[in-house]
Every structure is written in structure tokens, then in C-alpha cells.
């Protein structure tokens, strides 16, 4: 049975960093796709960032590209994503997805983490 296991969300002011962490079990290989998706109050969930399962290929969201940086330790079984530079908009539960490919993982996540809160306020 597949998990993912969100960890790391927490209060923080604008300007500040949060480290992401998720740990993946119950894979047969290691040859997935892992990313990261965030839901805000009243809005639809949206994707953040991805890594592919060798870690060769990230991708982000533009809102995030250049604060955001996604890793994967395979050995570990875990991505992290490190975030910088932190806006009240970022402000969402953060969700760990997981997918056998890039494509579905961007399109409809095979697996789900259940979410760690990160709130951007002063």
C-alpha cells in the first residue's frame, strides 16, 4: 500500500523559508514521478512543483519558480521542497503526489499525501 507522509508546514512571516518534507512507502520501484500540489481557502488545488524519479527533470509552477526548489532523495525515499522567500499567497495546504508518470502526475495524481498546513502571516 502506497503512503506519503507530508511534514515541515508551520506559521512563518513573508520573507521567511519552510522546509517540505514527504516520505514515500509501499512503492515496487522506484521509477515515479513525486511533486508537490497546494489547495488555498476557496480555491482549486494547483500544481507546485515535480521532480522526476531519477530527480534529472524538475518542474514549477511559475508563481514559485525561483523561490521553490524541489529534491529527491531516492535512497531516503523522500522529497523535500524548500521554499524562500515566502508571500501571504503562499499561504495553502501542501500536499506530497505521486504518479508513475510526469504527465499523470501533472494531470490526475495517482497517490495523495493528506497535507500539511503553511501559513504566511506577519
Known amino acids: 500500500q502506497v503512503q506519503l507522509v507530508e511534514s515541515g508546514g508551520g506559521l512563518v512571516q513573508p520573507g521567511g523559508s519552510l522546509r517540505l518534507s514527504c516520505v514515500a512507502s509501499g512503492f515496487t520501484s522506484d521509477h515515479y514521478a513525486i511533486g508537490w500540489f497546494r489547495q488555498a481557502p476557496g480555491k482549486e488545488r494547483e500544481f507546485i512543483a515535480l521532480a522526476s524519479w531519477g530527480g534529472g527533470i524538475v518542474n514549477y509552477t511559475d508563481s514559485v519558480q525561483g523561490r521553490f526548489t524541489i529534491s529527491r532523495d531516492k535512497d531516503k525515499n523522500m522529497v523535500s521542497l524548500q521554499m524562500n522567500s515566502l508571500k501571504p499567497e503562499d499561504t495553502a495546504v501542501y500536499y506530497c503526489?505521486?504518479?508513475?508518470?510526469?504527465?499523470?502526475?501533472?494531470?490526475?495524481?495517482?497517490?495523495w499525501g493528506r497535507g500539511t498546513q503553511v501559513t504566511v502571516s506577519s
Open positions: 503526489a505521486a504518479s508513475s508518470t510526469i504527465r499523470g502526475l501533472t494531470t490526475t495524481p495517482t497517490y
